[in-house]
């Protein structure tokens, strides 16, 4: 992987100041209004241009949603807006679920520097109560109970069965307006024995991108005598980077079936033996939407 450029974010800074204000510098970005809308850096999903300032300001219009009350005064800062970052690549931060806005206005600012830049992010934001952390969703092959979104509400999280929480089970709409973690996430195991005649195997978090760091390794067992027969629905990595190797035998040293990366997917393929191993190597970055398989064995 020694072509593959790395990069640190420490310059490449997105920030959001909860403020008033006017837009002095901007050379990209826009302003926005409510009810709710998408916007990206330039050029999502490809990279951003360098020594880019970009601002957008959005800024909350509706106020009818608010409990009608016979006090005037209140009218200008009502609403809270919403914000959802729903694809990040700021390698190095930390980007939360969603941001509420303490005010009826929030201030996004890109700053770029001059040199090689990522992809950037897309977000998108809604309007919402006052008082509310906003809805943080579900997360994928998971459950959610409870289902306000008010200052102390508590919502609970458990994932379906066969795959791991990984995260806070439960979490509280604080007074701020935010909620004190992100969702948790539900994991398939990476490291597992499949015993029955059929199943699935999906890569991790499936198919939102399986993430960076991963080893994993299922081995498929069938009865002596029988072989087992892949089907691959879904196949999808980083190309070079990461792979999927499939073996034919239990062991690290058994003979290998075939090695498959990118996003071509493969064609069936058929064990010699009645045991397989499938092991997945995913690398520091960059990830794919991964891979549904199905097995049988006869
Ligand atoms: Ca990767």
Known sequence: SAL???????????YMLCVICDVRFKTCGSNLQGPGGTFT???????????????????????????????????????SLQIFFSIYRLTGSFVPDLIVSMSNQMWLHLQTDE????????????????????????PLYGIREGDGFSNRDVLRFECQFGFELIGEKSIICQENNQWSANIPICIFPCLSNFTAPMGTVLSPDYPE?????????????????????LSFNDFDLESQFDFLAVKDGDSPDSPIIGTFTGAEVPSHLTSNGHILRLEFQADHSMSGRGFNITYNSK
């Open 4 to 14: 593959k450029m790395s990069f640190t974010s420490r310059k490449d800074m997105v």
């Open 115 to 138: 040199s090689v830049g990522s992809i950037g992010f897309k977000v998108n934001y809604k309007e919402i109560e006052k008082e509310s952390c906003g809805d943080p969703g579900t």
């Open 209 to 229: 991108g399986y993430g960076n760091n991963l080893n994993c390794i299922w081995t498929i067992i069938s009865d002596p005598g029988s072989r087992i027969h």
């Open 41 to 79: 850096s330039p050029n999502f999903p490809f990279q951003y241009d360098s020594n880019a300032q970009c601002v957008w300001v959005i800024t909350a219009i509706n106020t009818n949603k608010i409990p009608y009350k016979k006090e005037k005064k209140k009218s200008s800062y009502l609403m």
